[in-house]
Nanobody, 117 residues
Framework: QVQLVESGGGLVQAGGSLRLSCAAS????????MRWYRQAPGNQRELVAA???????NYADSVKGRFTISRDNAKNTVYLLMNSLKPEDTAVYYC???????????WGQGTQVTVSS
């Protein structure tokens, strides 16, 4: 059974930084695209950033230039470095990954990020 476990959320002042981590564990032969989503109260879940197995990245316009997604394939881990945080970045952040040759999608349990003004 595959599990994704996020860590690194918390409370930070506007302008501060946080780094989220998401580690995949279980029977894993390969991990394809890994993503971070977020969902604020009353809003739909939105894609924040994605990174392919080859390292290609894309970002939501709202976080370009402030957030950086990266991965360590040896550790089956994806990171999200968030700089210059704004109150509107407050949300639960979820990790998502397409795993195996069938690209089965797995989700983490979410980690809360709160940015105070």
């Amino acid at each position: 059974q595959v599990q994704l476990v996020e860590s690194g959320g918390g409370l930070v002042q506007a302008g501060g930084s946080l780094r989220l981590s998401c580690a995949a564990s279980g029977t894993i032969l390969s991990i394809n695209t890994m993503r971070w989503y977020r969902q604020a109260p009353g809003n739909q879940r939105e894609l924040v950033a994605a990174i392919t197995s080859g390292g290609s990245t894309n970002y939501a316009d709202s976080v370009k230039g402030r957030f950086t997604i990266s991965r360590d394939n040896a550790k089956n881990t994806v990171y999200l470095l968030m700089n210059s945080l704004k109150p509107e970045d407050t949300a639960v952040y979820y990790c998502n990954a397409d795993i195996g040759t069938r690209r089965v999608s797995y989700w983490g349990q979410g980690t809360q990020v709160t940015v105070s003004s």
